[in-house]
Structures are given as structure tokens and as C-alpha cells.
T-cell receptor, first 108, second 113 residues
């Protein structure tokens, strides 16, 4: 079993749609969780951290379920500019493990 | 404030050649990381450093070496390049602890033929 697993997609959605991604992790001792966004041929950039209580940043909502060992990202009212690959990141001490990413394409 | 810079941007190596990928950060961050990203895959940790003079292996260290003589620089060395090392290499820096945002460099695209 991979340490961090994501549905690779691609997710093709129309503008304005709501889309959700899940990410599961195998290490129950993992301490911190993040969603990064990576545009084609670019470096990853932090989208948001994921807190135990869940957190929201504009159209983006992240949730953590420690019991089931997964995190989720919900994007509401999708924009064309949301098209990218979304990487789930799980940290245990100094070791950060990345999922393979979920590709999202938002179409007009 | 340039953040994290990497050189070169692109490089083609022949099998058995060696090279050093440079990474420099001007944010005075303690933690630095080297990752590789193969096509369609996530990032895999090669080596990391929690401060000058301290380095540790990550998930895929074989075929690579690193050093951290200063806070700013964290070069990655490939001694005997192999086709399996064809990848995009990203360097990242984190302030203080590993639980905070990682700032990535723009990457080095390496092809080994």
C-alpha cells in the first residue's frame, strides 16, 4: 500500500461546479497535512494546511479525518484558473510524503 | 528576496557522467529538502537537512549525495548518472520546523542518455 494515495483523475468539470478530492495515508503517526497545487511544469505551491477542525479559505475547504486516515479538499464554484494538479502532503517529523496528485481541468 | 533558486534549469547528461545540482535560499530557513518528480508521479524525498552540517537520507537516496556547509546552500551531487535518474529535481526550504509551508525552487529538468 502506498503511503499517500490519491485518485489521479483526471477530473474534468465545468466552470461553477463543485469538486472534491480525497487522499488517504497509511502512517497513523502523521502529524501535519497540506494541500499543494502544482501547475504544469512548475514547482508545487502551498494551497492550504489541513487542521483537525477543518478549515476554509474562500472557495476551498479542507478536512482531516484521523480515525479513517484521510484528508479531503473541496473546491466550490470552480474557475478556469483552478485547473492544476493538487498534491496531498503528509508529514511525520522531518519526512514529508507527497501523493501522486489529482489532476483537475475546469472547462468553460 | 529571491526565495529558493536552482541551477541549472535544464541539463542532459551521458550515462556515467557526474554533476551537481545547485540550490540556494536567501530566507535563512533551517530545513532544506531535495525531491525528484518523475512524470505523472508525486515528489519523492531524496535527502534533507535540518541545519548546516546535518543531512539525512530520505525515501530514495541511492545514487545521490548532499552536503550542507552553510544555511544558504544545499547542493545535490550525482556521481554516476544513470537513465533512471532522468527526472525533475526540486529543492525546497522550510523555516524552523517541518510543519510549515515548503517553498520550492523552480526545478531542474535532468535527462540522462
Amino acid at each position: 500500500r502506498k503511503e499517500v494515495e490519491q485518485d489521479p483523475g483526471p477530473f474534468n468539470v465545468p466552470e461553477g461546479a463543485t469538486v472534491a478530492f480525497n487522499c488517504t495515508y497509511s502512517n497513523s503517526a502523521s502529524q501535519s497535512f497540506f494541500w499543494y497545487r502544482q501547475d504544469c511544469r512548475k514547482e508545487p505551491k502551498l494551497l492550504m494546511s489541513v487542521y483537525s477542525s477543518g478549515n476554509e479559505d474562500g472557495r476551498f475547504t479542507a478536512q482531516l479525518n484521523r480515525a479513517s486516515q484521510y484528508i479531503s479538499l473541496l473546491i466550490r464554484d470552480s474557475k478556469l484558473s483552478d485547473s492544476a494538479t493538487y498534491l496531498c502532503v503528509v508529514t511525520d517529523n522531518n519526512d514529508m510524503r507527497f501523493g501522486a496528485g489529482t489532476r483537475l481541468t475546469v472547462k468553460p | 528576496n529571491a526565495g529558493v533558486t536552482q541551477t541549472p534549469k535544464f541539463r542532459i547528461l551521458k550515462i556515467g557522467q557526474s554533476m551537481t545540482l545547485q540550490c540556494t535560499q536567501d530566507m535563512n530557513h533551517n530545513y532544506m529538502y531535495w525531491y525528484r518528480q518523475d512524470p505523472g508521479m508525486g515528489l519523492k524525498l531524496i535527502y534533507y537537512s535540518v541545519g548546516a552540517g546535518i543531512t539525512d537520507k530520505g525515501e530514495v537516496p541511492n545514487g545521490y549525495n548532499v552536503s550542507r556547509s552553510t544555511t544558504e546552500d544545499f547542493p545535490l551531487r550525482l556521481e554516476l548518472a544513470a537513465p533512471s535518474q532522468t527526472s525533475v529535481y526540486f529543492c525546497a526550504a522550510v523555516i524552523g520546523a517541518p510543519y510549515n509551508e515548503q517553498f520550492f525552487g523552480p526545478g531542474t529538468r535532468l535527462t540522462v542518455l
